[in-house]
C-alpha cells in the first residue's frame, strides 16, 4: 500500500533523524521530511525524581514589552550537598524533557556526583513549551536570537531560587559550571564569554563556535572519516547522476531509476538522495541512541566493483548508482506515488508547506535560527578535485530557499538576504578563548568545520594572550560522544570513560579556584 505525503515514513529517514534533538543539516527538504514525522516519545518524558519547574523570563530583555513567559528547567539534587556547584545543561534546539536522561546517567549526573552538585536541565525559549508567542510568524520569532537566549540563562543564574533547597545558590555566590553540546555547545562557550562574572566554567562539546553561510566542510568530513569503501561507492554514485541529469537524453530516465519520475525540482531530487548520509552523524557509543541507519545505508549499497546495469529505463548505470537507488526506493520513493512526490518531496512545488506558521510547525523555530543568524548550508567542495558524496546541484541558493519560502518579511522584522553568521564569529570563532573553559571535539564530527583546533586565519588575534582554553580530542567520536554516560560506569567503552575521569578532574581543578565574592 502506498502512503500519502502527510504518511510519509521511511526507516532511513527515521535513522537519519534518530537524534531529533541533535544538530542537523537544514535543507527545504530535511525540513519537509522530519515535520512529517511522528514526534519523539522522548519529548513527553516526565521523572518524578527530577520534578519540572518554571521560571519567569521577560519576552524581550533588551526592551520592556510588558509580557513574560515561562521557561522550563529539570532539578536533581541527588547529589547536592551545601557548598557544591550547579551543573547546568543547556538543552539547545529541542524540548528540554528529551535531555532527562542527560540528568540522569549523562553529563550532569557525571559531574554533580563527582562535585556533591546540584544538576539543572534548562529549556530554551522558542522550544518544547517554553513558547513565549502565540504563533510562530516571522515577527513572532524576531524575539529568537543568541542575544536573548543568552540573557535568559544570564537571569536564570542571576535569579532563580530552587524548591526545597534553604540557600541562595545564584552567581557569582556559588559556582555555576555551563554545559551544551552542538547548538548547546556554543551557548556554553558564549556564556563563558559574554557572563564571565555568573558562568565560573563550561565545557563546550562539538560546539559550533564557527557560523558559515557555506558549510562544504559537513560532508567531506563524513567523507573522511566513514567507511572508505561506502564512500568511494557514494561518491561514483552521485558523479554518475550529475552527469545524467546534466543530458536531456538520460535527465528523466535516471530520475525514474530512482523511483522518482514525478519528482520536479532537480535540487529536491538531490537533496533526498543526500538524507542518508545524514545518519552518520546520529551513531554514537552508547546503543540504546544510536542510529544503525548509516551502516544499513553502507551494506546496502554494497562493496567497490566494476559491474555496470542496463536499467528498464533504457540507461546503462553503474552497480553502484543502481544499488543507491534501490536503497532510496526501498526506503523514500517506495511510500509516495509519482504523482504525490512534489508534495512529498518538493519545495518550490509545494510552497504551502513553508508558509504553515502554527505552534505544531515545530520546525520553524531552529530554521529561523539558521536563516538570520548561524547559516550552514550544506553544499559540495569547491575544489573539483576533491571526491563529492552530494551533488553539486545542492548549492548556497538551494539551501536559503527555506529563508524564502518560510520567512515572509513582516511588519517588524525582515529575515536578512543572508545569515548574519559575524554576530557569533565576533564571540571567537575557531578562536573563542577564556580560563575554565574546555573545548570537546570529536574527530570525525562532520560539524567540527576546517580544523577548528587551529587559528582561523580570517579571525582577529584576541588581544588577551592570557586566555587559555582547554582542548580534548576524540578520536574516532563523532557528534558530543562524552555527554552520555551509564549508570554502570564501568560498562562504559574505556576512552568514554577516561573522557568523563578528566572532565571530572578539570572541573574539581576549576572548582579549587572558586572565591565566593566577599
Known sequence: MLLGASQLVGTALLAALSGAQAFTPVSPLAIKLAAKQPKSSLSRRQSSEFPLYNFTQPLDHFQDTGFTFQQRYWLSDRHYKPGGPVIVFEAGEGPGDARIPILDTGIVDILANATNGLGIILEHRYYGESIPVLNFTTDSLRWLNNEQAAADSANFI???????????????????????????????????????????????????????????????????????????????????????????????????????????????????????????????????????????????????????????????????????????????????????????????????????????????????QVCTQWGFFMTPPPDPSVPRIISKLLTIDYGELTCKLAYAPGEFFTVPPLPDVESVNKLGSYNIAADRLAIIDGQADPWRGDCPHSPDPAAKPRPDTTLRPFKLILNGSVHHWDENGLANPSAEPPFIHEIHQEEIAFVKAWLEDFVPPS
Open 158 to 368: 542571576d535569579n532563580v531560587t530552587f524548591p526545597g533547597i534553604d540557600a541562595d545558590l545564584t552567581a557569582p555566590g556559588t559556582p555555576w559550571i555551563y554545559y551544551g553540546g552542538s547548538y548547546g555547545g556554543a551557548r556554553a562557550a558564549h556564556m563563558r564569554v559574554l557572563y564571565p562574572d555568573l558562568v565560573f566554567g563550561a565545557i563546550s562539546s562539538s560546539g559550533v563556535v564557527h557560523a558559515t553561510v557555506d558549510d562544504y566542510f559537513y560532508f567531506d568530513i563524513i567523507r573522511q572519516f566513514a567507511p572508505a569503501p561506502c564512500m568511494a561507492r557514494v561518491a561514483e554514485a552521485i558523479e554518475e547522476v550529475d552527469a545524467l541529469l546534466e543530458a536531456n537524453a538520460t535527465h528523466d530516465a535516471i530520475k525514474d531509476v530512482f523511483g522518482l519520475s514525478g519528482l520536479s525540482y532537480d535540487p529536491d531530487f538531490a537533496s533526498l538522495l543526500s538524507s542518508p548520509l545524514g545518519g552518520w552523524q546520529n551513531t554514537n557509543w552508547d546503543p540504546s541512541i544510536s542510529s544503525l541507519g548509516f551502516a544499513r545505508f553502507c551494506a546496502a549499497i554494497g562493496p567497490v566493483d566494476n559491474a555496470t546495469v542496463a536499467t528498464p529505463q533504457g540507461i546503462t548505470v553503474k552497480n553502484s548508482t543502481f544499488a543507491y537507488a534501490k536503497y532510496i526506493i526501498k526506503e523514500f520513493s517506495s511510500a509516495c506515488p509519482p504523482e504525490e512526490q512534489d508534495q512529498c518531496f518538493g519545495s518550490i512545488t509545494d510552497k504551502e508547506f513553508y508558509e504553515q506558521t502554527d505552534l505544531s510547525q515545530t520546525w520553524r523555530t531552529w530554521s529561523f
